[in-house]
């Protein structure tokens, strides 16, 4: 039996230490390349799942949560759309405009991969210093018919990696395009009704707006 109980431990170890090790892999994946990866295998699965082609809106969320969602720190994405109005707010209504500025964003973008016709990916190189901590991934999309669209992802290097802060498509930011939407709401109806606002946005339709800064 402690035979058995050290043989449970020490596979139990291993494990762990492997997990540590692939964790320490996916930090050290350049920014470009994480983009590249995470965008490719997403696309992969789109063109093959025709669920997801129909508009199966529960097979695109949990491909977005499971693929894309850990790729973004929601919480800078929040903090720079809700702007100065961020510092005075409490930590619950912190936590709550996060979630529900998530929420938005994961419908937004699984409305977008449900748009998705055998769009052609170019990834630019990387523009960057070895030693930057914070850079701008580019890509451009093609389609026939249709102008190219550069999609920019600006990205920061956390512990855990590299992690998405704001998109812009076309040079629209994504962030921007909500701050002024945000300024308003709380103007009118404070940082609450700002809440309230995102979790009834959030039970309706998307709608995706465009906006230049």
């Given at each position: 039996?402690?035979?058995?109980?050290?043989?449970?431990?020490?596979?139990?170890?291993?494990?762990?230490?492997?997990?540590?090790?692939?964790?320490?892999?996916?930090?050290?994946?350049?920014?470009?390349?994480?983009?590249?990866?995470?965008?490719?295998?997403?696309?992969?699965?789109?063109?093959?799942?025709?669920?997801?082609?129909?508009?199966?809106?529960?097979?695109?969320?949990?491909?977005?949560?499971?693929?894309?969602?850990?790729?973004?720190?929601?919480?800078?994405?929040?903090?720079?759309?809700?702007?100065?109005?961020?510092?005075?707010?409490?930590?619950?209504?912190?936590?709550?405009?996060?979630?529900?500025?998530?929420t938005l964003l994961?419908?937004?973008?699984?409305?977008?991969?449900?748009?998705?016709?055998?769009?052609?990916?170019?990834?630019?190189?990387?523009?960057?210093?070895?030693?930057?901590?914070?850079?701008?991934?580019?890509?451009?999309?093609?389609?026939?018919?249709?102008?190219?669209?550069?999609?920019?992802?600006?990205?920061?290097?956390?512990?855990?990696?590299?992690?998405?802060?704001?998109?812009?498509?076309?040079?629209?930011?994504?962030?921007?395009?909500?701050?002024?939407?945000?300024?308003?709401?709380?103007?009118?109806?404070?940082?609450?009704?700002?809440?309230?606002?995102?979790?009834?946005?959030?039970k309706g339709p998307?709608?995706?707006?465009?906006?230049?800064?």
């Open positions: 039996m402690l035979k058995a109980s050290k043989g449970i431990l020490a596979l139990g170890s291993a494990i762990a230490g492997l997990f540590v090790a692939l964790a320490a892999i996916a930090q050290d994946v350049p920014p470009d390349v994480l983009v590249k990866n995470v965008t490719l295998e997403v696309i992969d699965i789109v063109s093959k799942d025709k669920d997801i082609q129909s508009g199966n809106q529960k097979k695109i969320v949990d491909l977005v949560e499971a693929k894309v969602l850990p790729h973004f720190n929601f919480t800078a994405m929040t903090r720079l759309a809700v702007a100065t109005n961020w510092d005075k707010s409490t930590a619950e209504q912190k936590k709550q405009l996060t979630e529900e500025f998530k994961v419908r937004t973008y699984s409305s977008a991969l449900t748009t998705y016709r055998d769009q052609k990916f170019d990834f630019r190189p990387l523009r960057a210093k070895p030693t930057d901590t914070d850079v701008t991934v580019q890509v451009r999309i093609a389609q026939s018919g249709r102008e190219p669209v550069m999609l920019e992802y600006d990205m920061e290097k956390t512990p855990s990696g590299w992690k998405a802060y704001d998109v812009r498509v076309a040079g629209v930011s994504l962030v921007v395009n909500y701050r002024t939407e945000f300024a308003n709401e709380i103007r009118t109806s404070g940082i609450d009704g700002l809440i309230k606002g995102l979790a009834a946005k959030n998307v709608v995706v707006k465009a906006e230049k800064k």
